[in-house]
């Protein structure tokens, strides 16, 4: 389940630029999605407060439907916790 939210702060411009809020499951802040200025390899959004490619926004497209993604500063912690184990495995 975290692998899969993990996967929304991938080729995510399209949901940043329908999304008011966004959050870093990084450095943990949350901030207006249209701070949000600079896309790695111009598809991945890059946090504005710490430079990594771990946004996700309040809005994510599911097939054809935009659905409201809640940006829970608990389920970031854990996500951040399991990003660190995946990256670990991953090198
Ligand atoms: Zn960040």
């Known amino acids: 389940m975290l692998y899969n939210i993990h996967k929304l702060s991938y080729n995510n411009k399209q949901e940043i630029g329908l999304s008011k809020f966004a959050g870093c499951f990084h450095c943990l802040n949350k901030f207006p999605a249209n701070e949000v200025k ?45 990003y660190d184990t995946t990256f670990g495995l991953l090198s």
């Not at 990594?52 to 951040?80: A, R, Y």
């Open 38 to 82: 600079s896309f790695r390899s111009d598809k991945h959004a890059v946090c504005p407060k710490c430079g990594k490619d771990t946004v996700i926004g309040d809005k994510v497209i599911k097939g054809k439907f935009i659905l409201p993604f809640i940006l829970d500063k608990k389920l970031f912690v854990q996500l951040n916790e399991e």
